[in-house]
């Protein structure tokens, strides 16, 4: 896994696909826009060896057709959810090998955003990276479209129980507007605040957030922390509820940025 580059390709409006690659093959996770994964793969000489689906909105899975007329190459994705363009269905405790990469990945489902929306997580001696579409991102979390709110909760839960150096690839870049929320809701937390000044250089300079890794998010994503008494505290003031228990925090947590 050493030798395997992972870059981001920014799309839409705010998307990122990732090109996995060795300079030579490349897995892509997530085109929502053909367009400029075909310039990538075009100008660094690169052979599509795979396509990885985290879960079927479009800006996931949009350019998934156009990259299939140009290379014949299996598809990837959630079993649980209608993607046309799959080939190879996966669910919980599927592994797939991806063999010219040399890299193998673990497929975890992960329910909230969508019903069937899973993460390919890959880890070796030195390392783990973990690619995760909508469910979580640096400092912020996936809207809850299709599951309830406990789902949402086991899933980042099972996320933030992979190894603390797990480099986290998300799918947008929402880092600096998810930052200002978790600052309201966690004054205090010293972590954030200088994460929050070298997200803002990078993105001052155009240049992604991303990758995170679990350990950060578990210092400073306000959605991993819902049993710390700063955020139960703010959860309380805002809604006027007692609430003891994480989830339900997490559950007034969700709503609270919904209209934030
Ligand atoms: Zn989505
Ligand atoms: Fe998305």
Redesign the pocket.
């Known amino acids: 896994m050493n030798n395997l580059h992972i870059h981001p390709l920014p799309a839409l409006r705010d998307n990122y696909i990732w090109i996995i690659h060795d300079t030579v093959h490349a897995a892509i996770v997530d085109p929502g826009d053909a367009t400029p994964a075909m310039a990538f793969l075009q100008t660094q000489g690169l052979q599509p060896i795979a396509i990885l689906i985290t ?1 079927h ?1 479009s ?2 899975t949009g350019g998934n057709r156009q990259l299939l007329e140009q290379f014949d190459v299996p598809v990837y994705g959630p079993t649980q959810e209608n993607i046309s363009s799959i080939t190879h269905p996966v669910q919980e405790g599927d592994t797939i090998q991806l063999q010219s990469l040399a890299l193998t990945l673990n497929i975890i489902e992960i329910p909230g ?2 019903r069937g929306h899973i993460a390919y997580y890959g880890s070796s001696q030195q390392k783990s990276i973990l690619f995760c ?2 469910t979580l991102f640096s400092c912020g979390c ?1 809207r809850i ?1 299709e599951g309830t709110p406990q789902q949402m909760f086991d899933s980042l839960q099972k996320l933030a129980a992979l190894p603390a150096h797990t480099q986290v690839y998300c ?1 947008h870049e929402y880092t600096l507007g998810n930052m200002s929320f978790a600052r309201t809701v966690e004054p205090g937390n010293d972590d954030l605040r200088q994460l929050e000044i070298r997200a803002k250089q990078l993105r001052q300079r155009n240049l992604p957030t991303l990758p995170t890794d679990i350990a950060t998010e578990k210092a400073c994503n306000p959605f991993l922390r819902c049993q710390y008494p700063e955020i139960i505290n703010s959860v309380k003031q805002h809604t006027g509820k007692t609430l003891s228990e994480p989830v339900e925090v997490f559950t007034e947590l969700r709503e609270w940025k919904n209209v934030f």
Do not use: L, V, Y
């Open positions: 879960h909105h800006d996931h955003h969508t579409g909508d996936g479209f799918t």
